[in-house]
């Protein structure tokens, strides 16, 4: 939980909701979720949906929460509603961190993963890689790289330049923006400076 706060929105009551919840409760409530996430009945998404439901039962446990947990133990069926992986793919500027906005995003994810592992079947695309390539993607879109640039060169180290690797190996031909514009395909695109 202190993991989760460090990242996103502040939220300091949440902590002391989630510590109220007792051990035997926690575990019941995750293993359940874990269950949920794992079953072959219903869709992927409802099993889900059911797994975020489960771990919402518990205090102070929100849906975005819930996602890092299942997360941890499921990579290759879920993705952590991290807020700058949400906002990419949902091309929004404000969160509700309700379980239909979870949901959205998911299904956005899963629509991804599908479209990437089609285009590059070699690499194994899961939700929490999408979900982190697009975290990276909406940080360094705020990034000044100038001065990671100047450091590089006033400390003789190998830079990136003309699109190649330091290296000299193949780089994937899945970038953060890449990724990012995979996921905005078929929607109208903001203009940006």
């Known amino acids: 939980m202190k993991w989760k706060l460090s990242r996103g929105k502040f939220r300091p009551q949440l902590l002391k909701l989630a510590e109220s919840n007792s051990a035997s409760q926690v575990e019941k409530l995750t293993l359940e979720g874990f269950k949920a996430v794992d ?4 869709s992927p998404l409802e099993n889900i949906k059911l797994g975020i439901g489960h771990l919402t039962e518990m205090r ?37 961190y309700s379980l239909s906005e979870y949901m959205c995003f998911m299904n956005a994810v899963r629509d991804t993963v599908i479209k990437l592992r089609k285009d590059d079947a070699q690499f194994d695309w899961t939700p929490h890689k999408v979900e982190l390539t697009l975290w990276t ?5 705020n990034m000044d790289f100038r001065f990671g640039l100047k450091n590089c060169v006033q400390q003789d180290l190998p830079i990136r330049s003309q699109n190649k690797s330091v290296t000299d190996e193949t780089e994937s031909e899945h970038t953060s923006e890449s990724v990012y514009l995979s996921t905005q395909s078929g929607r109208k695109r903001k203009k940006t400076k």
């Open 137 to 141: 993607y909406r940080l360094g879109l």
């Open 60 to 96: 102070g446990i929100g849906p975005a929460t819930a996602s890092a947990i299942l997360t941890a133990g499921s990579p290759d069926k879920v993705a952590f509603m991290a807020d700058e992986a949400t906002y990419a793919i949902l091309d929004t500027t404000t969160l509700k």
């Open 39 to 42: 079953s072959k009945k219903g």
